[in-house]
């Protein structure tokens, strides 16, 4: 029902629109196709519902035969031509061979595929019944219709929480009855385990083997894991093992076999954000370092915008006529560009990047003497990773630690090259439609957006820009203050650590008082102006002092400015304090208490806590104390106790965000206190937000489709706005 009161023009011209422009919306013909077929999926449900346990591998082991049948002349050209091919000696016949051997391996890969189309239907049919009599979840249709993108080696957007993991079931189940071996490609060892654990059960049930891969496996155990009909594996390791079988002296050390089909999970992180990384195998080389630190005192000397230029953009530093000079001079040498030079140039580039391009906590952090990489979307430490080229030693150099060894590389692939190797490739992530191009460019991956299977309850708002980075975190701490007055959880998402701690700064006391004075200055002065009692020069200045960024603003002068304007210079001044309440747009029915919480704040800061790459090790337990009610001190026993029983029975150390909110919503259906660990899962929900961010849409929806209807009410109702303006984003629940 159209409802015309509250309704504005725009989005009463949207409503009528939509129908219309849905039609025309090409994935929703791709999603109308796909009903078609998930129909046909329906309707062979009961039929499947009355088989007996072990008529599923049975009917797993008639299909592999009858896919043996159907692709048999097919393989025995292509086996013929193989032994062919191996029999010749002769150079140019074999070159021309191999060629024809690929050929007829592709032509019986698509004869395999063609014979897999058609069974499509009872596969899928089969893998939902064994899902709901062993994990106890049935495919929903929208997850079966996920199932197909990928088997058409599509990328399947999904909603977060709606349940990928399952949906990657039924391709691989499908796709393994090749007998060629299935990859399904996590994002990390935890998940590579959970996942294949967890479903594990639907495979076994089918008559298929399942295995996954983790970092410390040695090659024969790595070995076994890949000789499975299903193996879950990061993208890493996938990578590094397929180094490593390059460089084996025998075949008995190869651990990967054909490079068939892989199904990426998060797609966007791996392929987009990640594929341009580089894997390398390195090996130790001895390198004189004292050049390094030679390079690294003259780079001291060197002065910006005399010396050298610096462009932050691009990420490039160049050398002046006049630097070229002055390092030839110190550094005593005749002819910096001489051949014979060309380490010492080499040197002297990498440290003038280390001095200015690569800032402590933010590229990178120093922890026991040891210079780690901080990765640019997740935050997280890059632990044993080294920047190549000597830029590591550089930077070493630069923070006065003992400089290590350089790797030189011995094998080295991209990730984006190795994931075009395979066969087949499909992905699956909550974000992919706004990077659709890039993937149908580099991968041949075209987007489908997959409905939800429940209506989306979550509102996202437009983002917020500032002028100013100051007039942004002002505008950040305005609104943690807001929330924090009506006792709503907060969380605050930052791109480095420098801006993460300088947020938390701004928590404090005497920056909140201090941004407390100064709007309530601005407010008056701009009122005054209003009504002519201050001219436009006399605002000017006022605004001048009052916006200079507040580590340097000098209270004193603000405490004038505000008796000169007739406030009253300590903001906790009742009058102060409500009309600053206003200011910041606290909701009128929440006034009464916000103001004492609001009090409490300028008084004693807002209570948070800091999470980034230096206190990894707290990460588990930041988190678990995340979105409790108010300050943790007072908090009533009794919800604490409540959290606190539930996270003892299921510990979360070391859980990536993301199953945390899992956990959480597992949790969320048990839990009496259901208010208080809504909040909490809201937030976790944010965080899980932060590495998506950058892209401009939240992939939280809170597994929104795994909860009750009460739950989602409650979830719907906080709905979340996110401020977001380059390298910073605050979001409210
Ligand atoms: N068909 C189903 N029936 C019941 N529960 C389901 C079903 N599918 C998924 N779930 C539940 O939904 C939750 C989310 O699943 P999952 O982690 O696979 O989501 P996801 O789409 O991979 O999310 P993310 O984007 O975070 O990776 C899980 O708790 C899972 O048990
Ligand atoms: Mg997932």
Redesign the pocket.
């Known amino acids: 029902m159209l409802d015309f009161k509250d309704m504005d023009w725009w989005d009463f011209v949207s409503k009528i629109l939509r129908p219309v422009l849905k039609w025309f919306d090409p994935n929703e013909w791709q999603v109308r196709r796909l009903w078609k077929r998930i129909q046909a999926i329906n309707a062979l449900e009961p039929e499947v519902q009355k088989w007996r346990d072990e008529d599923f591998p049975r009917k797993t082991e008639e299909f592999r035969q009858q896919l043996q049948a159907y692709t048999a002349e097919f393989r025995a050209q292509y086996e013929a031509k193989l032994r062919e091919y191996r029999a010749c000696k002769e150079p140019e016949e074999r070159f021309r061979l191999e060629e024809e051997v690929a050929k007829l391996d592709l032509a019986v890969k698509r004869k395999e595929q063609e014979f897999l189309n058609s069974i499509l239907p009872l596969a899928f049919a089969m893998v939902r019944e064994a ?1 709901r009599r062993t994990v ?5 249709d929208v ?1 079966l219709m996920g199932g197909i993108v990928l088997h058409e080696g599509k990328i399947a957007e ?10 990657a079931t039924l391709p691989v189940y499908l796709n393994a009855l090749t007998g060629r071996g299935v990859h399904v490609v996590t994002v990390n060892d935890y998940l590579a385990k959970r996942d294949a654990e967890w479903m594990g059960p639907i495979y076994e049930y089918l008559g298929l083997t399942v295995g996954y891969i983790q970092h410390f496996m040695e090659t024969p155990e790595r070995k076994r894991m890949y000789a499975c009909d299903v193996t879950y594996v990061t993208n890493s390791e996938l990578g590094f093992d397929y180094l490593r079988d390059n460089l084996v002296h025998s075949l008995d050390d190869v651990v990967l076999r054909e490079m068939f089909y892989a199904i990426v ?2 797609v966007d992180s791996i392929l987009i954000d990640e594929a341009r990384t580089p894997h390398i195998i390195g090996g130790m080389v001895e390198k004189p370092t004292d050049i390094i630190e030679k390079a690294d005192r003259i780079v001291r000397q060197l002065r910006k915008e005399v010396d050298f230029t610096v462009d932050e953009k691009h990420r490039t530093v160049a050398l002046t006529d006049e630097g070229v000079r002055r390092v030839e001079q110190l550094w005593g040498i005749s002819n910096l560009s001489a051949p014979e030079n060309f380490a010492i140039y080499h040197a002297v580039m990498n440290a003038l990047k280390a001095h200015h391009l690569f800032k402590n906590d933010v590229h990178y952090v120093v922890k026991d003497n040891e210079v780690i990489i901080v990765d640019e979307f997740t935050g997280r430490l890059q632990w044993g990773r080294r920047w190549s080229d000597g830029l590591h030693q550089a930077v070493e150099a630069k923070e006065g630690i003992p400089i290590k060894q350089e790797m030189q590389t011995i094998a080295t692939i991209t990730l984006q090259n190795f994931f075009r190797m395979y066969f087949k490739l499909a992905g ?3 974000t992919a439609k706004t990077e659709e191009q890039e993937f149908i460019k580099i991968y041949g991956m075209p987007v489908v957006v997959i409905p939800t ?1 429940k209506p989306m309850i979550r509102k996202d708002y437009p983002d917020v820009v500032y002028k100013t980075q100051e007039q942004k975190y002002r505008g950040v701490v305005r609104e943690i203050l807001q929330l924090y007055a009506i006792q709503r959880p907060v969380l605050v998402g930052t791109r480095s650590i420098e801006v993460n701690e300088l947020i938390s700064e701004r928590l404090s006391p005497h920056y909140l008082q201090a941004l407390a004075l100064c709007t309530l200055v601005l407010d008056r002065a701009w009122t005054m102006h209003n009504q002519k009692q201050l001219t436009r020069e006399e605002l000017d200045q006022i605004r001048q002092v009052v916006n200079e960024r507040l580590e340097e603003l000098e209270v004193g002068r603000l405490r004038t400015l505000a008796r000169k304007l007739g406030i009253d210079p300590d903001p906790l001044h009742p009058a102060n304090l409500k009309r600053f309440a206003e200011l910041i747009k606290i909701p009128e029915e929440h006034m009464d208490k916000a103001l004492a919480r609001l009090e409490e704040a300028l008084k004693d800061g807002v209570p948070h806590n800091v999470l980034n790459a230096k206190h990894h090790e707290r990460e588990a337990q930041i988190i678990a104390e995340a979105g409790r009610l108010g300050k943790l001190r007072s908090q009533p026993t009794w919800q604490v106790a409540a959290l606190t029983s539930s996270w003892e029975a299921n510990p979360i150390p070391k859980m990536p965000l ?2 945390f ?2 956990t959480t ?2 949790m969320l259906s048990s839990c009496t206190t259901r208010n208080i660990m809504l909040s909490r899962l809201w937030v976790a929900c944010m965080f ?1 937000a932060r590495s998506d961010t950058k892209r401009g849409a939240l ?1 939280t929806n809170c ?1 929104v ?2 909860v009750d209807k009460e739950t989602q009410e409650v979830l719907g109702s906080m709905s979340p706005l996110r401020t977001n303006c380059g390298d910073f984003t605050a979001i409210k629940g």
């Open positions: 899902g106890k979840m049935r495919h929903f997850q999904m909603k977060t929480g709606e349940g990928k993991t399952l949906v999970d998060e699956m992530t909550g299977h993301r199953n909110v899992m919503t597992a899980w992939t597994a489709a795994a």
